[in-house]
């Protein structure tokens, strides 16, 4: 037995052994020659790693093949023996098909800087949030009835009788909630990380778009139950197109299609409502096409970050803060499911009895407070648009050489006041129209705007000014 077992052993495991070790050797020995083969095309070039480092770090554009080639590990050592090796070879012929090699490109092998924290799973969450409530959209469709006579009822239908209608509506209103908590998350990394910065301005640009056409998809889905809050948060939003001059007032009875919030809104309300997700799916699709032709920026804000692909890397740590998600995101829908809602809106809409305070959904609130606290109606409402708006010139206005406020230290006090001041705002929109509310309202609005106006520019001319000079000195 044991000398049959050493025989098996000798001449056929053994060898066996060898031939594989020897095979990722020569793996390993073709690496390094494809490196030095890198190297050499990298000296040849005449940049040195190092100039190539001050130079990205400023933001010059660099394309995503320039990477690959320029950082050798990643086209040949750990990235592809990570995620080529597991794979058969008839998979990894598969894969060179016209639509799967799109898949593989941008979502298995796609190159990802290597130092990525849970700050940049916001945008995929962002992408499931849009999934969850397209389904859930979907499903309430079949069930909803956009008349004034019944749109009420058909959703305490949809609640009480609709086997399981009750779970699909609390998801798909939680869902806007969770919608919004992730974007705004989103934004704020991209203002801190300075994503927007070159070369990525229109990757911003299109984000800011879909953050628009989600605004207003929000808006028209709260209208559809048609309670008390629906019907007159209709009438207060509407009726500020009235401010445009000359046309406003025509302008709101075409957006009404009549002479108040009537059945004909309701009905293109739902229409809108109902196709605004799938614009801002392919607002998405561009979003990610703009982001995959630099790629992603990362909390170094450097430009020759070492890669890696995204499968199985990011993959997983985007599945990890899905899972918390899910979990703040259930614990929402079953535990405190009316609890980021307002109980007025479980009234029957009633054009001839306005609710004692309007006030729209906590999303909106930051806006809703910069609209009340100018007291011309037209700047409310420019102010109100513009505060929003605003967020497009960012890009265009921040002069600053360091994208990541890591190491920016004036712009990051002054972008840490603004997450306060954010939050200021969101609080006094639901507070009562008293003097100190007001009052307070107007310092913050001021603080939302001088930051965008005046602090991002100045405090990035600043830091410039004193690197310039610290280099200089060194010199
Ligand atoms: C439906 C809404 C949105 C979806 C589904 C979405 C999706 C994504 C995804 C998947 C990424 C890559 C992963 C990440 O960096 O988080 C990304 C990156 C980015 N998004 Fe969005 N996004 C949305 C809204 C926005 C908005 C409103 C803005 C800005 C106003 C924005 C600006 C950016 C920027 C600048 C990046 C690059 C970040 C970096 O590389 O550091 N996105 N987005």
Redesign the pocket.
């Known amino acids: 037995m044991t000398n049959s077992f050493n025989h098996l052993f000798k001449n056929k495991i053994l060898p066996n052994i060898r031939v594989f070790l020897t095979e990722i050797y020569s793996n390993l020995l073709s690496t390094q020659r494809k490196m030095s083969f890198f190297d050499n095309f990298f000296n040849d070039t005449g940049v040195s790693k190092s100039s190539q480092k001050s130079r990205t770090f400023i933001g010059k554009v660099t394309p995503i093949y320039q990477k690959f080639v320029i950082n050798p590990e990643v086209s040949n050592g750990i990235s592809y023996a990570g995620i080529l090796l597991p794979f058969s070879l008839k998979f990894r012929r598969l894969v060179k098909r016209p639509i799967l090699s799109f898949f593989a490109n941008h979502i298995i092998n796609y190159p990802t800087p290597i130092n990525l924290t849970y700050a ?5 969450l ?2 499931i949030s ?1 999934l969850i409530q397209i389904f859930t959209g979907l499903v309430l469709s079949m069930h909803y009835s956009p008349n004034i006579d019944l749109a009420f009822s058909s959703v305490e239908h949809i609640m009480r009788n609709v086997n399981y209608g009750w779970w699909f509506r609390y998801t798909h209103a939680n869902g806007a909630s969770m919608f919004f908590i992730v ?1 705004y998350a ?2 704020l990394r ?1 203002l801190y ?1 300075g ?2 910065m070159a070369p ?1 301005q229109l ?2 640009c299109s ?2 778009v ?2 628009l056409l ?1 605004m207003a998809t929000a808006f028209m889905g709260y209208v559809l139950p048609w309670g008390q809050m629906s019907f007159w948060g209709a009438t207060v939003i509407t009726k500020m197109f009235s401010v445009i001059p000359f046309v406003g007032e025509r302008i709101v009875e075409w957006l009404w299609g009549g002479f108040t919030v009537n059945g004909a809104t309701l009905k293109r309300f739902y229409t809108m409502h109902f196709v605004l997700p799938f614009v ?1 799916a392919g607002f ?1 699709l561009l ?2 096409a703009l ?1 995959h032709k630099d790629g ?2 990362n909390p170094l804000g450097v430009d020759d970050a070492e890669m890696i692909p995204f499968y199985p890397y990011y993959f997983l740590k985007d599945i990890h803060a899905l899972f918390v998600y899910l979990l703040i995101f259930s614990t929402l829908v079953h535990f405190y499911p009316n609890y980021l809602g307002h109980p007025v809106n479980y009234i029957p809409a009633d054009s001839m009895r306005t609710p004692a305070h309007i006030v729209p959904e906590w999303y909106f609130l930051p806006y809703y407070a910069i609209l009340r606290s100018i007291p011309d109606k037209v700047g409310g409402v420019v102010c109100m648009f513009g505060s929003i708006l605003i ?1 497009f010139t960012v890009p265009y206005t921040n002069f600053s050489m360091i994208r990541s406020a890591h190491f920016r230290p004036i712009y990051k006090v002054f972008f840490w006041i603004f997450v306060a001041d954010f939050f200021l705002l969101m609080w006094i929109g639901q507070m009562p129209m008293r003097n100190s509310y007001i009052l307070l309202g107007r310092y913050a609005t001021a603080y939302y705007f001088i930051f965008f106006i005046f602090l991002i520019p100045v405090s990035g001319y600043i830091e410039t000014l004193l690197l310039t000079h610290k280099i200089e000195n060194k010199n």
């Open positions: 940049w799973s916001f945008g995929f962002a992408g849009l974007v989103h934004i991209g990380y994503s927007y990525r990757l911003w984000g800011v879909i953050l989600m801002i998405v979003h990610l982001l992603s920026n967020l």
